[in-house]
């Protein structure tokens, strides 16, 4: 089981973007030499791609513009996804000890697991998905520090999914080789399959993935904020 790691009460996911929450990862990870973090996090309309993906191959850039859909590089590998407030995004800081294929690939059946719990037949599929009846519900990365490593993901439960195909532009040949033609035929909201609110499915996987919680103080806040501008630059987009 891990520590879940909350914000300072006075502050919202609303008053925090995308690249504050990865900065607060590596933030974790850095800090803290030992121990295995938690913690949810949502934010507005968002496109993350891969550290060796290219956007412009992978983004349609003009929509997003369009439609004010920010875009971010990872420093985690795997592939490019979309996140709206529909979104819960997960986020794990642990020890590559065992090797990094294992402990994502253990990460992976710990959600999946929770999912089940829930009724839900989850399953781990392929390197970084999670699914339900063939259809993606949850994508996920791996980024490896010295002595640490970050796993985070989706977890689409009321994304907006017409959003989500337009904002990806994932090359013809590999959707032919899963058989579908388009992003769309490919995901599904987990709300569809749950008769409750997000709020509470977040508090269930919370509850499912840890046994602790500690709180951030508003220097640490501070820091992260400091570091979430390397996320910003412009070669980031």
């Not at 800081?93 to 294929?101: L, M, V, Y």
């Not at 999946?112 to 990365?141: F, H, M, P, Q």
Request: with cysteine; aromatic share 8%.
């Amino acid at each position: 089981m891990m520590t879940h790691v909350l914000l300072p009460e006075d502050r919202t996911e609303e008053e925090h973007t995308l690249a504050f929450y990865l900065a607060m990862e590596e933030y974790i990870a850095r800090k803290y030499a030992a121990g295995d973090y938690f913690f949810v996090w949502r934010t507005g309309p968002s496109v993350i791609f891969g550290r060796n993906q290219s956007p412009e191959s992978e983004v349609n850039l003009e929509y997003c513009r369009e439609h004010y859909i920010k875009v971010y590089r990872r420093k985690s590998g795997g592939g490019c996804v979309y996140s709206d407030m529909g979104n819960l995004m997960h986020s794990c800081i642990t020890s590559p000890e065992g090797g990094a294929a294992f402990v994502f690939h253990r990460y992976m059946q710990w959600v999946s697991l929770a999912l089940r719990r829930l009724g839900i037949d989850a399953c781990v599929s392929g390197r970084n998905d999670i699914t339900v009846g063939g259809r993606k519900v949850s994508g996920n990365a791996f980024h490896l520090l010295p002595r640490r490593c970050i796993i985070h993901g989706t977890m689409l439960f009321d994304t907006d999914l017409d959003a989500l195909e337009h904002a990806l532009n994932p090359p013809v040949e590999k959707l032919e080789r899963r058989g579908i033609r388009s992003v769309r035929q490919r995901v599904t909201n987990l709300g569809e399959m749950l008769d409750m609110d997000m709020d509470t499915f977040a508090d269930h996987m919370i509850k499912s993935m840890c046994d602790s919680s500690m709180t951030l103080d508003a220097g640490d806040v501070a820091r992260i904020e400091e570091m979430s501008r390397e996320y910003l630059q412009p070669n980031n987009t």
